[in-house]
């Protein structure tokens, strides 16, 4: 069982940025995969960014150069930093950690841009 506990979100002006955390406090060991989904209202849960434990990144074309992902591998924790963040950018974000083939989600931080 991995524990995600996320922070950051909040309401920002498009433009803005903002910067997520997330950490498995209680997990002893590297995690395979860790990173961010999002989901809109009345959308579908997607991808945002995902980082490895060698530093590989991947992040949906929407976010390429605005967002990085970067995470302390023996800490188990990742970040998100979202820069020029546009209104489309709304949403709940969750925190996703693979290991062992399992798929595990925080409890999702809010996001909103709006002037």
């Known amino acids: 069982q991995v524990r995600l506990m996320e922070s950051g979100g909040g309401l920002v002006q498009p433009g803005g940025s903002l910067r997520l955390s997330c950490a498995a406090p209680?997990?002893?060991?590297?995690?395979?995969?860790m990173g961010w989904y999002r989901q809109a209202p009345g959308k579908q849960r997607e991808q945002v960014a995902l980082?490895?434990?060698?530093?590989?990144?991947d992040y949906v074309d929407a976010v390429k150069g605005r967002f990085a992902i970067s995470r302390d591998g023996a800490k188990n924790t990742v970040w998100l930093q979202m820069n020029s963040l546009k209104p489309e950018d709304t949403a709940v974000y969750f925190c996703?950690?693979?290991?062992?083939?399992?798929?595990?989600w925080g409890q999702g931080t809010q996001v909103a841009v709006s002037s």
């Open positions: 996703s950690a693979v290991r062992d083939g399992l798929n595990y």
């Open positions: 209680d997990t002893i060991g590297s995690i395979n995969v």
């Open positions: 980082i490895d434990r060698d530093g590989n990144t």
